[in-house]
Nanobody, 127 residues
Framework: REQLVESGGGAVQSGGSLRLSCTAS????????LTWFRQRPGQEREGVAA????????TYADSVEGRFTISQDNAKDTLYLQMNSLKPEDTAMYYC????????????????????WGQGTQVTVSS
């Protein structure tokens, strides 16, 4: 059974850093796209960063480009999101999601396209 479990959220001050982790189990990963989403209070879920499990190709939302880095440890089946220079507007629930790369290609920002989701981890950035 496929499962994603996030960890690493917390509260930090503006300018600080956090690293989120998402451990996966039950997947055949060579064809999957792994994506971090976030959902701010009262807003829709938005794609933050995505990575192809097979070749490490990655992409970012403009709002986090240069501050966040997505990576993966294939040996541990773990996805990471290193978040630096955090801003209060980064405050949100962060989720990892996964689905077949062939399905997600070109639509990685669209949460409705993903089948598998973690439970989320809260990130709070104070000014």
């Amino acid at each position: 059974r496929e499962q994603l479990v996030e960890s690493g959220g917390g509260a930090v001050q503006s300018g600080g850093s956090l690293r989120l982790s998402c451990t996966a189990s039950g997947f055949y990963f060579s064809r999957y796209c792994l994506t971090w989403f976030r959902q701010r209070p009262g807003q829709e879920r938005e794609g933050v960063a995505a990575i192809n499990y097979g070749d490490d190709a990655s992409t970012y939302a403009d709002s986090v480009e240069g501050r966040f880095t997505i990576s993966q440890d294939n040996a541990k089946d773990t996805l990471y999101l290193q978040m630096n220079s955090l801003k209060p507007e980064d405050t949100a629930m962060y989720y990892c999601a996964a689905d077949d790369l062939r399905k997600i290609y070109g639509v990685w920002r669209c949460p409705a396209e993903y089948t598998y989701w973690g439970q989320g981890t809260q990130v709070t950035v104070s000014s």
